[in-house]
């Protein structure tokens, strides 16, 4: 099975900051990744598929990168909506896999 | 509006039996793929599997630890998901999500409370 390395695992930040959270994975799944937003208590929310494109209704503040084994999100100009835990999904070889999130905190 | 309820959580005792609903309404449920998804009390999310439509072959895929245990459905005259589980462990207590989409599942249930504990 392909494992998913998310790093870091929590991330302090403020509103109005800039940030990253990188995705890796144990072996190439080309561009075949997608993000997801988690708010406490909540089902996860869709954010980004094909490592780069923004799903319908997700503000343009959130972006993706990357293709292989590296990939990002990058959230700009934080706001307090955006503090919740994210987790990338490899949806390039069944059986499909999660990284271990990321908390994002003030 | 589109909405994917899950029912039947519950407490069963290891080695037992339990089958989780999804009904969805919304969308043309026989002509897409459906996933599952679990999430143990505060842990990350899990794949659990996915089912084909129809039109598609049908056929289903397994992560590892369920596989030969757990086994997903659908009907579609019922517009309904379902995860079989059986030989149930411990490990397996989870929030239970039905996901729509077979790949990336762009579409979440709120979830359903499995427990597996004597």
């Known amino acids: 099975d392909i494992q998913m390395t998310q790093s870091p695992s929590t991330l302090s930040a403020s509103v109005g900051d800039r940030v990253t959270i990188t995705c890796r994975a144990s072996q190439s799944v080309s561009v075949w990744l997608a993000w997801y937003q988690q708010r406490r208590g909540k089902a996860p929310k869709f954010l980004i598929y094909q490592a780069s494109y923004l799903e319908s209704g997700v503000p343009s503040r959130f972006s993706g990168s990357g293709s292989g084994t590296e990939f990002t999100l990058t959230i700009s100009n934080l706001q307090p909506d955006d503090f919740a835990t994210y987790y990338c999904l490899q949806y390039n070889t069944p059986p499909y896999t999660f990284g271990q999130g990321t908390t994002l905190e003030i | 509006e589109e909405q994917l309820v899950e029912s039947g959580g519950g407490l069963v005792k290891p080695g037992g039996s339990l089958r989780i609903s999804c009904a969805v309404s919304g969308f043309t449920f026989s002509n897409v793929w459906m996933s599952w998804v679990r999430q143990a009390p505060g842990k990350g999310l899990e794949w659990v599997g996915r089912?084909?439509?129809?039109?598609?072959?049908?056929?289903?895929e397994y992560a590892a630890p369920v596989k030969g245990r757990f086994t997903i459905s659908r009907d579609d005259s019922k517009n309904t998901l379902y995860l079989q589980m059986n030989s149930l462990k411990t490990e397996d207590t989870a929030v239970y999500y039905c996901?729509?989409?077979?790949?990336?599942?762009?579409?979440w249930g709120q979830g359903t409370l499995v427990t597996v504990s004597s």
């Open positions: 996901t729509r989409g077979g790949t990336k599942p762009d579409f």
């Open positions: 089912i084909k439509s129809k039109s598609d072959g049908g056929t289903t």
